[in-house]
């Protein structure tokens, strides 16, 4: 990734930022900062009461518990702790009390590992303090490292840091940033904080967003921040967005962020208007049914349009149901579609069983449809499990044994026996001895495997190569080495490629290069590609290659992707080409649909773009179309559209 002119050759602006803020306060600013942007409203309130205590916070020395040197080990019991602002303040005080290489290699470790919110938190926290400490080098050891929860998270904090003082500079260095899901998070967060002081600048600067830049999420993420603190302000900044698509989408993401803070104004301005995108309506009517039912079912009522009716009322039963299961469920009997009732009563078991598990077990058989059951028995399994996890595997054991719900109930299982290993994997092992062997046993020896392997691939493998062969031994070390490729990919591959034989080394030697193509695509291509040659069934690969390729760095993917042989794997990287190209060059995204060799396929991705590009340039999608390979029919169907959406 090329990096920026004004930070390889200079300082940034806000070079002296470390020397302007105070310890522990800036730290807990900065975290509460990000955390208001991921709307996560529980940390936001601990978070805030930090932030509002700075001034004694700053005073504070770091707990007498943790050593200046910091590690892994001290983190780990501050993560452990239960009360959540204990662990919040505990996590300033470590994180103030760190060097900078002390943090690189506690970050790099978290990283590493599989994500949950204890991790994000404390990477946030964290790398918060570490753009405090070395503003400069930052970015160039984030850009060293492989794409991890971790890598995205400093990312964010260098230029939240940096838009604080200059949001046009930052933004236009941020184009410079090559991975596109790095690029789109980084973006959002930059302008989602200007909103709070200048929302028109912010989407002024969204709008002229240079060729290449994820521009549709920025946008959603400009608009939904802008109506959670001006609605009015932003819902008649949407209503003048050209063109007429583009305006639709505008006007749906600031209904939804209006919906955050007073969903039944937003559902009074939404009723006033004409074709207002449904989806929008369910998230506020969602939203208001959390407040009031009542008015919700109120509303819902009143539409005529039984599809957008019938959605209205499931959106309410899910939201009643989360406060109060058993008034929610009444409600719902009264449903005249199985299917809209079923769903709804669905929602509700989930939701009773994290406080009443039994009385959801209980009340499953309300539900006709066999699909929606089984979603409710896995909901209710995963529910109980994080209360009470050898009563909920005990009762999801009793469905296998009896053919009841019997795929939900393994894959609830493997959930939560997998969560199980990551916390105690001993005792998980000395559990599973005591199911049958067969199908139950073998999912829960991978889960357990490759759980085990996240945290120590060593006893994983040791433990896997332990078990009976009729005991799920050869699918738990294939589970290892998938696990083991998060940290190892090369070592992964060469055993999975020496010492795995049959169907499972081909799915184990897909499962690798999938996780390697993840963190670093340019080093996966070459190595699948050598494999095909004697092993040609990878070749179903190449397509996941190439798309993570494109996410990483565009224009490398692109090269390597037109190199390749016509086939599903270079089919499937132009699509996402296309996807990428599509908002900011539709040109160069048509020539890549055009490329597609699979047929309806490529008619479909032409289709997809012409109709975003009949906005913008007809004139230019028309010659496009014009001198396409397409049936005449098709042609005429596209001219069509283009005529359609130009108007």
Do not use: C
């Amino acid at each position: 990734m090329k990096t920026p002119d004004n930070v390889k050759n200079s300082s940034p602006p806000w070079m002296g930022l470390a020397t302007k803020v105070a310890g522990v306060a800036a730290l807990a600013v900065a975290v509460f900062a990000y955390f208001q942007y991921q709307g996560n409203a529980d940390i936001n309130a601990q978070l805030d009461k930090l932030t509002g205590a700075a001034a004694a916070a700053a005073q504070n020395k770091p707990s007498p518990k943790i050593e200046a040197a910091g590690g892994q080990a001290d983190l780990a019991a501050i993560l452990a702790i239960p009360d959540r602002m204990k662990r919040l303040r505990s996590l300033l005080d470590y994180a103030h009390a760190m060097k900078a290489g002390d943090l690189h290699k506690v970050l790099e470790a978290l990283g590493r590992q599989a994500p949950n919110e204890d991790n994000r938190i404390a990477i946030a926290i964290l790398v918060a303090r570490l753009v405090q400490l070395e503003p400069a080098p930052t970015l160039a050891w984030a850009k060293s490292l492989a794409n991890t929860d971790g890598k995205a998270l400093i990312m964010q904090s260098y230029y939240n840091a940096w838009s604080s003082l200059d949001a046009f500079a930052a933004v236009q260095s941020i184009s410079q940033i090559a991975d596109i899901q790095i690029r789109t998070q980084v973006l959002q967060t930059t302008l989602a904080n200007l909103v709070a002081s200048n929302p028109q600048k912010a989407l002024d600067m969204a709008m002229a967003l240079p060729p290449g830049q994820p521009w549709a999420g920025v946008m959603q993420s400009v608009f939904q921040t802008w109506a959670a603190q001006d609605p009015q302000g932003a819902v008649d900044a949407a209503l003048n967005m050209p063109p007429v698509r583009l305006r639709v989408f505008a006007i749906e993401d600031a209904l939804m962020g209006w919906a955050q803070t007073d969903p039944q104004a937003a559902l009074n301005w939404a009723s006033t208007m004409n074709g207002i995108p449904s989806r929008s309506v369910v998230v506020a009517v969602s939203d208001l049914a959390e407040q009031n039912p009542q008015a919700a079912i109120a509303f819902a009522t009143g539409i005529t349009n039984p599809k957008d009716r019938l959605g209205y009322f499931n959106a309410i039963a899910t939201a009643w149901g989360q406060n109060d299961p058993a008034a929610a469920l009444q409600w719902v009997e009264g449903f005249p579609s199985t299917s809209t009732h079923d769903a709804a009563v669905a929602s509700i078991l989930a939701d009773l069983s994290h406080t009443d598990p039994k009385s959801a077990i209980g009340a499953l058989d309300r539900i006709e449809d066999p699909t929606a059951r089984d979603n409710a028995t896995k909901d209710i399994g995963l529910n109980w499990g994080q209360q009470d996890m050898p009563g909920a595997l005990a009762w999801l054991q009793s469905n296998v044994a009896s053919g009841t719900a019997t795929a939900a109930s393994i894959s609830a299982s493997r959930t939560l026996f997998g969560n199980w290993a990551n916390a105690d994997p001993n005792a998980a092992a000395s559990y599973l001895e005591t199911i049958p062997t067969g199908n139950l046993h073998t999912t829960l020896a991978t889960a357990l495997a490759s759980s085990w392997a996240s945290s120590d691939a060593p006893a994983a493998m040791e433990w896997a190569r332990s078990l009976p062969p009729d005991g799920g031994q050869e699918a738990a070390v294939g589970s290892v080495v998938t696990a083991n490729a998060r940290q190892d990919p090369q070592g992964s591959w060469q055993f999975a490629m020496t010492s795995m034989t049959g169907p499972l080394q081909q799915q184990t030697l897909d499962s690798v290069i999938r996780t390697w193509a993840a963190a670093d695509a340019a080093s996966a291509a070459p190595v699948l590609m050598s494999a095909i040659e004697t092993n040609p069934q990878l070749s179903s690969a190449i397509g996941t290659v190439a798309q993570q390729w494109v996410r990483q760095d565009e224009h490398a993917a692109s090269q390597w992707i037109a190199q390749l042989p016509p086939g599903p794997g270079r089919d499937a990287g132009a699509v996402q080409l296309v996807s990428v190209a599509m908002h900011t060059d539709p040109a160069t995204a048509f020539n890549w649909a055009a490329s597609i060799s699979n047929a309806p396929q490529r008619v479909a991705q032409i289709t997809r773009t012409v109709n975003l590009w009949a906005t913008t340039d007809p004139n230019a999608a028309t010659d496009a179309v014009q001198s396409a390979n397409l049936s005449a029919a098709q042609r005429n169907n596209l001219l069509n559209t283009i005529q359609r959406l130009s108007k």
